[in-house]
């Protein structure tokens, strides 16, 4: 396939697959004006070939649907494409050296960042001590977010630079610092990051996002997380150049401030709760491995507060929960704004939870009744799920085993919208889907088909746009081309994966995303008819 310029052209795809449900068996499809204009067979594609600007030859590729992101930081996600990756690390010492490199090789950095460390998987079993730090990193800036960004390990250096951190709540001397403690290091280290550098990381991170075939992304941002020059900052660059469409959302309880910035909810990481590996989720039971049950940052009745003026203003409201009790705090404060404002009106601003992983039969039908989209992430459980995963560590087999339940919360019709959390796990589209077919815990797997259009028109509709992330005439034209082997109809049941490719189910095959085969290459990303990736010639 030739390079495109990233014009709006009338272009004729044909001679692959075209996953549509408009025609099962379409090869071909033609855009026009940034729209979809038609699918269908080879034959008839004859008819428009001599009147587009562009015919691709498609050469066996499959063409789908972009996918969507639905919860992502984009500049954490960029500075840790540019920054140090301490995801691989294997054991305390490998980490420790990693940084000691890291360090040596960044001499004119003002602030030195890390991400993606995670002692529940290192023989040690315990983080990086301060003093540690100070020493292999020669008394400098030091902020080194564990993998769920709950927590962080830092040096005396940046702890200089955040005063009154040593009296803020989460502040502990030798280990990571959590809640207030850990929100005033990462502030002061993100503050130290120059306007260059950031811009430098949104656009590496949006980059990426589009050599992956993600044509959307929805940015989580807030002041705990962010800053709104970084929000704003964002939101300017992806108007500004070609790339993924990116929808802000802005944590905090401030309709008009969320409305200022260029929201469209003051939602995404609004904390209920923490996270499972930092010990900070809310849960109705103590933790397996700690004395306590978590910290709640938002009671019922600020949930309701929120969720009402959210909806009276017309804008989502959404939230952070990953533990029991504060999912649970999060329908109740939803139904009670629902008791003031109408339960219709409730249900037709299409509220959102974050990562909703601690879940139980009421909680699933709470989100049902109030019309909450359940923004999840499935590679969660394919990194922290399994019999000696973190969840089991945090929480025992038993409640490890409730988590994440996807098939019960589309069953129950919850609708579904998956994202990556990135960078707490990676950019990893068709891994995420395969995570969510081939859950760690049988009874949770959902059809590939069902976990792709939760990655695709799941996050359209988490936005409001039921007309979006499907290739029919009329929708966006938001797609990706992709080198792939046969393709399938997977879906779950109690034993084994069940297989299907007979044509008179008329089901659109996917890619086999069984564990162990090869993911989909993707080939070129298009985002409203504009070329936006191209994969260089190999």
């Given at each position: 396939?030739?390079e495109?310029t990233?014009?709006?052209?009338t272009?004729?795809?044909r001679?692959g697959e075209?996953?549509s449900?408009a025609?099962p068996?379409a090869?071909a499809?033609v855009?026009?004006?940034?729209?979809?204009?038609w699918v269908g067979?080879?034959?008839?594609?004859?008819?428009?070939?001599?009147?587009v600007?562009?015919?691709?030859?498609l050469q066996?590729?499959?063409?789908?649907?972009?996918f969507?992101d639905?919860?992502?930081?984009?500049?954490?996600?960029g500075?840790?494409l540019?920054?140090?990756?301490?995801?691989?690390a294997?054991?305390?010492?490998?980490?420790?050296?990693?940084v000691?490199?890291?360090a040596?090789?960044?001499?004119?950095d003002?602030?030195?960042?890390?991400?993606?460390?995670?002692?529940?998987r290192?023989?040690?079993?315990?983080?990086?001590?301060?003093d540690?730090?100070?020493?292999?990193?020669?008394?400098?800036?030091?902020y080194l977010?564990r993998?769920?960004?709950?927590?962080?390990v830092v040096?005396?250096?940046l702890?200089?630079?955040?005063?009154?951190v040593?009296r803020?709540?989460g502040?502990?001397?030798?280990?990571?610092?959590t809640?207030?403690?850990?929100h005033?290091?990462?502030?002061?280290a993100?503050a130290?990051?120059?306007?260059?550098?950031?811009?430098?990381a949104?656009?590496a991170?949006?980059?990426?996002?589009v050599?992956?075939?993600?044509?959307?992304?929805?940015?989580?941002?807030g002041?705990e997380?962010s800053?709104?020059?970084?929000?704003t900052g964002l939101?300017?660059?992806?108007?500004?150049?070609?790339?993924?469409r990116?929808v802000g959302?802005w944590?905090?309880?401030?309709?008009?401030?969320?409305?200022?910035?260029g929201a469209v909810?003051a939602a995404?990481?609004?904390?209920?709760?923490g996270?499972?590996?930092?010990?900070t989720?809310?849960l109705?039971?103590?933790y397996?491995d700690?004395d306590h049950?978590g910290t709640?940052?938002?009671?019922?009745?600020?949930?309701?507060?929120?969720?009402?003026?959210?909806?009276?203003?017309?804008?989502?409201?959404?939230?952070?929960?990953?533990?029991d009790?504060?999912?649970?705090?999060?329908?109740e404060?939803?139904r009670?704004?629902?008791?003031?404002?109408?339960?219709a009106?409730?249900r037709?601003?299409?509220h959102?939870?974050?990562h909703?992983e601690?879940l139980t039969?009421?909680?699933?039908?709470?989100?049902a009744d109030?019309?909450?989209?359940?923004s999840?992430?499935p590679?969660?459980?394919?990194?922290?799920?399994?019999?000696d995963g973190m969840?089991?560590?945090r929480?025992?087999?038993?409640?490890a085993r409730s988590?994440?339940?996807y098939a019960?919360?589309?069953?129950?019709?919850?609708?579904?919208?998956?994202?990556?959390?990135?960078?707490?796990t990676?950019?990893?589209p068709?891994?995420?889907v395969?995570?969510?077919?081939f859950?760690?815990?049988p009874?949770h797997r959902?059809?590939?088909?069902?976990?792709?259009?939760?990655h695709?028109?799941?996050g359209?509709?988490a936005?409001?746009?039921?007309?979006?992330g499907?290739l029919v005439?009329g929708?966006?034209a938001d797609?990706?081309?992709w080198?792939t082997?046969?393709?399938v109809v997977?879906?779950?049941d109690?034993?084994?994966a069940?297989?299907s490719?007979?044509?008179?189910?008329g089901?659109?095959g996917?890619?086999?995303?069984?564990?162990?085969?090869q993911?989909?290459?993707c080939?070129?990303?298009?985002?409203?008819?504009?070329?936006?990736?191209?994969?260089?010639e190999?």
């Amino acid at each position: 396939m030739s390079e495109s310029t990233a014009t709006v052209r009338t272009v004729l795809l044909r001679g692959g697959e075209v996953h549509s449900p408009a025609d099962p068996f379409a090869t071909a499809m033609v855009v026009e004006r940034g729209q979809v204009a038609w699918v269908g067979s080879e034959g008839a594609a004859d008819a428009f070939a001599d009147g587009v600007d562009e015919v691709v030859d498609l050469q066996g590729a499959l063409v789908t649907p972009a996918f969507t992101d639905a919860h992502v930081h984009t500049t954490s996600t960029g500075l840790a494409l540019t920054g140090l990756d301490l995801s691989g690390a294997r054991t305390l010492d490998e980490a420790m050296a990693l940084v000691r490199d890291f360090a040596a090789g960044r001499p004119a950095d003002r602030v030195l960042l890390g991400h993606g460390w995670d002692a529940s998987r290192w023989p040690e079993q315990r983080a990086p001590r301060r003093d540690e730090l100070d020493e292999v990193v020669g008394g400098r800036p030091l902020y080194l977010s564990r993998i769920d960004v709950h927590s962080a390990v830092v040096t005396t250096a940046l702890l200089d630079l955040a005063p009154g951190v040593r009296r803020a709540a989460g502040f502990q001397d030798r280990a990571p610092l959590t809640r207030d403690a850990h929100h005033a290091v990462r502030a002061a280290a993100f503050a130290a990051v120059t306007p260059e550098q950031r811009t430098e990381a949104q656009r590496a991170a949006l980059r990426h996002a589009v050599s992956l075939g993600i044509g959307s992304v929805h940015e989580c941002g807030g002041p705990e997380i962010s800053s709104e020059d970084d929000f704003t900052g964002l939101l300017r660059l992806a108007a500004e150049e070609a790339g993924p469409r990116v929808v802000g959302y802005w944590a905090e309880q401030d309709v008009e401030k969320a409305r200022a910035l260029g929201a469209v909810g003051a939602a995404g990481d609004l904390f209920v709760d923490g996270a499972l590996g930092s010990h900070t989720a809310c849960l109705h039971e103590p933790y397996a491995d700690a004395d306590h049950a978590g910290t709640a940052y938002l009671d019922t009745a600020a949930i309701a507060a929120h969720v009402v003026a959210c909806t009276e203003a017309g804008l989502q409201a959404g939230f952070h929960a990953i533990g029991d009790a504060a999912v649970t705090a999060v329908v109740e404060g939803m139904r009670a704004a629902a008791e003031k404002v109408g339960l219709a009106r409730v249900r037709a601003a299409r509220h959102r939870v974050e990562h909703a992983e601690m879940l139980t039969p009421e909680t699933i039908t709470g989100f049902a009744d109030l019309g909450l989209t359940a923004s999840v992430q499935p590679a969660f459980d394919a990194l922290w799920g399994g019999e000696d995963g973190m969840y089991v560590q945090r929480l025992g087999a038993e409640r490890a085993r409730s988590l994440n339940p996807y098939a019960a919360l589309l069953r129950t019709g919850v609708p579904l919208a998956f994202g990556s959390d990135s960078p707490v796990t990676p950019l990893d589209p068709w891994g995420s889907v395969r995570a969510a077919a081939f859950h760690r815990t049988p009874e949770h797997r959902v059809s590939v088909r069902a976990a792709f259009t939760a990655h695709t028109r799941g996050g359209w509709r988490a936005v409001g746009r039921d007309d979006a992330g499907v290739l029919v005439p009329g929708a966006p034209a938001d797609y990706a081309v992709w080198r792939t082997d046969e393709l399938v109809v997977q879906a779950p049941d109690d034993r084994v994966a069940r297989w299907s490719t007979d044509p008179r189910s008329g089901t659109p095959g996917l890619p086999d995303l069984t564990p162990g085969a090869q993911l989909p290459v993707c080939l070129r990303t298009v985002v409203g008819g504009r070329t936006v990736f191209v994969r260089p010639e190999e």
